[in-house]
C-alpha cells in the first residue's frame, strides 16, 4: 500500500507561481515512478508530468514543458511540482499518482499509476 497526500495548491494570479508537493508513505517511494495528472470537472483527467525513480529521467505535456518542473527527494518520501508562469487554462484539480508495478520507469496514461492523492485545487486568476 502507497498513500499519497498532496498539498500546495492555492490561487495566483496568471503569470505567477506555485510549488506542489506530494508526501508518499509506505511502500519504498524510490523504486517507483511518480506523476502529476490535472483535472477540469466534467474533464478526464490528463497527463501534466512524471519522473523514474531515480530522478534521472522526466516526461512533460506540451502543455506545461518550458513552464512545469516535476522533481523528486526520495530522502524525504516527496515529490514536486514546480509550476510557474501560470495560466488561467492551467485551472485543475491536481493529482500525484504512484507507478508501482512499471519498474520504476516513468508513463503516461492514467491506468499505469495504481495509486493515487486526494487532489489539490489550482486556481489560475487572469
Known amino acids: 500500500q502507497v498513500q499519497l497526500v498532496e498539498s500546495g495548491g492555492g490561487l495566483v494570479q496568471a503569470g505567477g507561481s506555485l510549488r506542489l508537493s506530494c508526501a508518499a508513505s509506505?511502500?519504498?517511494?524510490?523504486?517507483?515512478?511518480m506523476g502529476w495528472f490535472r483535472q477540469a470537472p466534467g474533464k478526464e483527467r490528463e497527463f501534466v508530468a512524471a519522473?523514474?525513480?531515480?530522478?534521472?529521467?522526466?516526461r512533460y505535456a506540451d502543455s506545461v514543458k518550458g513552464r512545469f518542473t516535476i522533481s523528486r527527494d526520495n530522502g524525504k518520501n516527496t515529490v514536486y511540482l514546480q509550476m510557474n508562469s501560470l495560466k488561467p487554462e492551467d485551472t485543475r484539480v491536481y493529482y500525484c499518482?504512484?507507478?508501482?508495478?512499471?519498474?520504476?520507469?516513468?508513463?503516461?496514461?492514467?491506468?499505469?499509476?495504481?495509486?493515487w492523492g486526494q487532489g489539490t485545487q489550482v486556481t489560475v486568476s487572469s
Open positions: 509506505g511502500r519504498t517511494f524510490s523504486r517507483y515512478a
Open positions: 519522473i523514474t525513480w531515480t530522478g534521472s529521467s522526466t
Open positions: 499518482a504512484a507507478n508501482t508495478k512499471g519498474g520504476g520507469w516513468y508513463s503516461t496514461p492514467t491506468y499505469d499509476y495504481d495509486y
